[in-house]
């Protein structure tokens, strides 16, 4: 089965990537542009064919190593 | 006194926090990451540098090594833990010291000598030095910038557990001696038991006048009380 992972940074924590790839495309000419958040961004194959048993080892991959919970949030998404 | 440095594929400072350990009288062994027993240590070192590239975030494959979950169960037991620059950064991701360091706020690599004040001088790892003395200590990294919850930084303050913070040259805390944007200045911070010191700046780079200063030192000679 394959899922997606998207890890991104949490609202209230300061993004300055976010912000300089939003600075370049406003000097671009894109300028209503309200918001950009950078992030992660993982394709994850897994030998497993129960999508609960699955899922549960998604989110254990995210909590124990792809996210750091303190500041980020992830986001899973079953692919076909 | 016994030291053990911790290397990883990486890691860069692990030569000369050697150097600056057996200067100071440590009996010091080099560790592999992959190695599944600790050398009997009083204290454990894991260095500076760039363990596993950075990836996914800096510090966190490392955090998950064969030698941490020793490393782990040393700490939790009461021996001496230091991490420097990389290695502050994997004692975060070990959950040993609690909060993150993210990319520095200026987006840049920052190489260069600082200020920083000594907060707590009555631990293990600050004897030696006076209660706010200014050391002059270099600092060279992407991502310094400290950050926790609010619940945390009050127990950092009210706890005494913030090691250092930066400053100017007479100790002025302020946004304009913040290199990296960190939380309150903060450049190193201990756990509630004060056996852990997490700093991304580098003490062992301060060891001699030949090449910078001695400021450094005091750190060193205070663990072999």
Known sequence: MKYS?????????????????????????MTNLKSIRQGKFFEIDIDENDSKKAENLIVEMCEKLLANLIIEDYKINKLK | ??????????????????????????????????????????????????????????????????????VIKAANGGCLVLGICNGFQILTETGLLKGTL??????????????????????????????????NINI????????????????????????????????????????????ENIAGIYNSKKNILGMMPHPERMIDNNISNTDGCSLFSSLLK
């Open chain 2, 102 to 135: 993210q990319r520095n706020k200026n987006l840049k690599f920052i190489n260069r000598d600082v200020f920083i004040k000594v907060v707590n001088n009555k631990t293990r790892f600050s004897l030696n030095y006076k209660k706010n003395q200014i050391l």
């Open chain 2, 140 to 183: 060279a990294h992407n991502e310094g910038n400290y950050f926790t919850d609010s619940k945390h930084l009050d127990e950092l303050k009210n706890d005494n557990l913030i090691a250092f913070q930066y400053c100017d040259q007479i100790g002025e805390v302020s946004d304009e001696t913040n290199p990296n944007g960190a939380l």
């Open chain 2, 1 to 70: 006194m016994r030291s053990s440095v911790i290397v990883f594929p990486g890691s860069n400072c692990d030569r000369d926090i050697t150097v600056a350990l057996e200067k100071m009288q440590f009996k010091n062994e080099m560790v592999w990451h992959k190695e599944t027993v600790l050398p009997k240590s009083d204290l454990i070192v894991i260095p500076g540098g760039f363990s596993y590239g950075d990836y996914l975030r800096s510090g966190a494959i490392a955090g998950k090594s064969l030698i941490i979950d020793e």
């Open chain 1, 5 to 29: 992972v998207t890890i991104t940074l949490k609202k209230d924590v300061l993004d300055p990537q976010g912000k300089v790839v939003q600075n370049t495309l406003s000097n671009l000419g």
